[in-house]
């Protein structure tokens, strides 16, 4: 009886609990937030401009590289100009 109980008590306990879907879907959305929050989008696949940042369950979060201006060097003068 005491085996019996000891049992159903296991069963309760392991059936009560999250299952592994449940807790792979909340980190795939907790990604898919991350990756919006960085102004990503989860894409089949990143263009050339874009970097992956990380992966939304299967497809890359693909954010758009930032543009930096060329540098222009300035030209000095040595000599006097009249």
Do not use: H
């Amino acid at each position: 009886m005491k085996i019996l109980c000891i049992f159903l008590i296991f069963v309760l306990t392991v059936s009560c609990g999250p299952s592994v879907s449940q807790k792979k879907t909340k980190e795939d959305a907790g990604r898919k937030r991350e990756c919006y929050l960085v102004r990503g989008a989860c894409k089949s696949s990143c263009n050339s401009w874009e970097y992956i940042y990380n992966y939304c369950s299967t497809e890359p979060c693909c954010v758009v590289r930032e543009y930096q201006k060329p540098v222009s060097k300035s030209i000095n003068f040595t000599g006097d100009r009249l």
